[in-house]
């Protein structure tokens, strides 16, 4: 399409834009119609020596051709000459919404602290603030005076059935499998989602994974992924989605939900208890559960939510 004269709207990604440009964004790449790339300026272009296609800034003129390096590399790709430079980038979407991405003086200040190796000292400070203020953050999440203010304060969240993209994108960023999980390796599985938004953006993913398999250990009906974005913990997101699931299970006429815990995960635990899932004794054989590497380090707990006045069905 760019080379008949028309815009390209796609896909990206990988992480050698960010903060600006993120994994999965969707950006829009207009033909160069014989106007040169100005230094600042994000261009799309074939990686020399492959066929791979990035999007990097442009940050000097050197000879024939450009110097480009994207804001999160140590490193630039060399002079690419302007046959290899497909086009410009002229919006950035996330989340449904265009973001800026460091444009015009923007983007030619972007250049400038890239070429003379600023941005590397940023993104060391930035690394270096964040870790202490990550761990603040999960130590003051797990106080009651943060829940019950952060209930009343944050901003309004909704649930919503999971698209497949939202399914993606939960995989992608918030890592799936992060509480707990469902047995893997179990034929006749049926999984349901849902999706926690706040401004149309996923903050928290959980499902329902059924197993029909009359001849498997794991046969029922598992709460499994549930997961919630690491600044929105503490706020009742897990426990919305969580009910949200039971719920569903609950209107299938469905007894009981069960749910797989890692002995060490004290927050997981906690929020079965919450749910009222009682802890059962079970002879089922430990097994690899969902986004785990290894299936024999860590025990699992089987917990159980009996859901009452419901039609029997395991």
Same mark, same amino acid.
């Given at each position: 399409?760019?080379?008949?004269? &028309? ?35 994000? /261009?799309?272009?074939? =990686?020399?020596?492959?066929?791979? *296609? ?12 450009? =110097? ?54 940023? $993104?060391? #400070?930035?690394?270096? /603030? ?15 005076? +943060? ?5 009343? *304060?944050?901003? $309004? ?26 047995? @893997? ?26 197993? !029909? ?9 598992? %709460?499994? &992924? ?5 600044? +929105? ?12 699931? #039971? ?6 006429? #469905?007894?009981?939900?069960? *749910?797989? /815990? ?6 997981? @635990? ?13 002879? $089922?054989?430990?097994?690899?559960? !969902? ?15 009996? %859901? ?5 069905? !395991?």
């Amino acid at each position: 399409m760019i080379e008949r004269g &028309s815009p390209l709207r796609i896909r990206v990604f990988g992480f050698s834009m960010m903060p600006l440009i993120q994994d999965g964004d969707v950006v829009t790449i207009a033909p160069l119609a014989g106007r040169a790339p100005a230094i600042g300026e994000v /261009v799309a272009f074939v =990686l020399p020596g492959t066929e791979k *296609l990035a999007l990097h800034r442009v940050v000097a003129r050197e000879g024939p051709g450009w =110097l480009l390096r994207g804001d999160n590399c140590p490193d630039s790709d060399g002079v690419v000459v302007g046959a290899e430079i497909l086009g410009r980038i002229t919006r950035v979407e996330r989340d449904g919404r265009e973001v800026p991405f460091g444009s015009g003086l923007t983007g030619a200040g972007v250049a400038w602290l890239s070429r003379v190796g600023v941005l590397g000292g940023l $993104r060391v #400070v930035r690394r270096v /603030v964040r870790r202490p203020a990550a761990s603040a953050l999960r130590h003051v999440q797990g106080c009651a005076w +943060y829940r019950a203010a952060g209930r009343r *304060l944050a901003a $309004r969240f909704v649930i919503a059935e999971a698209s497949d993209m939202d399914v993606w994108w939960a995989e992608r960023r918030l890592g799936l499998f992060e509480l707990d999980s469902a047995p @893997l390796g179990t034929a006749g599985q049926a999984v349901s989602g849902w999706v926690a938004k706040r401004g149309g953006r996923v903050i928290g993913f959980v499902r329902l994974v059924t197993i !029909a398999d009359a001849e498997s250990p794991w046969k029922g009906h598992w %709460l499994s &992924s549930l997961t919630v974005r690491e600044r +929105y913990r503490g706020l009742g997101v897990g426990e919305a989605l969580a009910w949200r699931a #039971v719920e569903d299970a609950a209107s299938r006429g #469905v007894s009981a939900v069960w *749910l797989g /815990v890692r002995e060490d995960n004290r927050s997981a @635990l906690g929020l079965s208890r919450k749910l009222e899932f009682e802890p059962v004794a079970s002879d $089922r054989p430990e097994t690899t559960f !969902a986004g785990e590497e290894r299936a024999a380090t860590r025990k699992h707990v089987i917990l159980r939510k009996a %859901l009452e006045d419901r039609a029997v069905s !395991a």
